[in-house]
């Protein structure tokens, strides 16, 4: 029990550091603190996090390998390792895709060519491509509207700004005709694909679900035996058990990320860059 005791005091000691560390940085919660705009290098407070996982891990149990779990976990855990994006975002950035595909084809028809309708919606672009809407009206008057239109399609990096673009391109190259009825086409298809992603969403919400509550089972029960009955998880203390309790983990890992796999959205790849 004092080894529990201990371990409870190490995570509310890395709690009060965390929350002494947000206050300093001017957080006003520890999810803006641990989110980090810089992921190609791990911040302070996702140190802290990984390096409190292990530590109280290792003072609870003595197990170097259930230790080393649990920093894996928690540096592959959404917000703290990585950043998950999720069908949401997937289908709010196709909608913005859409609704901006809508507005060029609303203005084209009192504008003077592609590229004046293009500027126009730069002031009423959609937020999830309001960026790389102001960069493409930024650049087209030195590369020509179809080298910008095929940087825009890398900046947004989405299948579907590959079809706008596409389209766009052809447009400015060719002098294709009815180009309205056209980008119509493409906006109708990109609004069916974002309501496709939340059906899709809805229906494996109770995948993602199961996943949540299998892995909190087993964590809790783990726990349990390791603070009210240690003498049932004695054989995993020596070198043998640790090697069986390696097998273990590393089935019960396969399983969470095959489910979790089953929730994604498989997306086309993409087939429209910018010239080298």
């Known amino acids: 029990m004092s080894q529990l005791v201990a371990a409870l005091a190490g ?13 300093l940085r001017g957080r006003s919660s520890l999810v803006g603190l641990v989110a980090r705009t810089d992921r190609s290098r791990p911040g302070p407070a996702r140190v802290v996090l990984v390096s409190s996982a292990v530590a109280v891990t ?26 998950r994006q999720s069908a949401r975002d997937e289908g709010a950035l196709v909608e913005a895709i859409a609704s901006w595909t809508e507005q060029i084809r609303d203005t084209l028809a009192g504008a003077r060519g592609l590229e004046e309708a293009v500027a126009a919606t730069s002031g009423r672009a959609p937020a999830e491509i309001a960026p790389a809407v102001q960069r493409l009206v930024a650049t087209v008057p030195y590369r020509g509207l179809s080298d910008a239109m095929r940087r825009f399609a890398d900046d947004v990096d989405h299948p579907t700004a590959d079809f706008v673009v596409a389209a766009l391109a052809t447009a400015a190259d060719h002098e294709a005709r009815d180009l309205r009825q056209l980008l119509g086409r493409v906006a109708q298809c990109a609004r ?34 390791a603070a009210f009955n240690r003498e049932y998880l004695g054989p995993y203390s020596t070198a043998t058990g640790q090697v069986v309790l390696t097998g273990i983990l590393g089935v019960f890992a396969v399983s969470l990320w095959w489910m979790a796999r089953m929730s994604r959205v498989d997306v086309p790849e993409r087939f429209v860059g910018a010239r080298s």
């Open 58 to 83: 290792w003072v609870a149990v003595r197990w170097p390998v259930l230790a080393v779990a649990a920093g894996v976990a928690t540096a592959l855990a959404p917000g703290i390792g990585r950043h």
């Open 11 to 23: 995570s509310v000691a890395g709690l009060g550091l965390l929350v002494v560390l947000g206050a």
């Open 192 to 225: 069916e694909e974002s309501r496709m992603r939340g059906r899709i969403w809805v229906g494996r919400a109770r995948t993602r679900s199961s996943v949540r509550i299998v892995a909190a089972v087993v964590a809790t029960f783990v726990v349990g035996l």
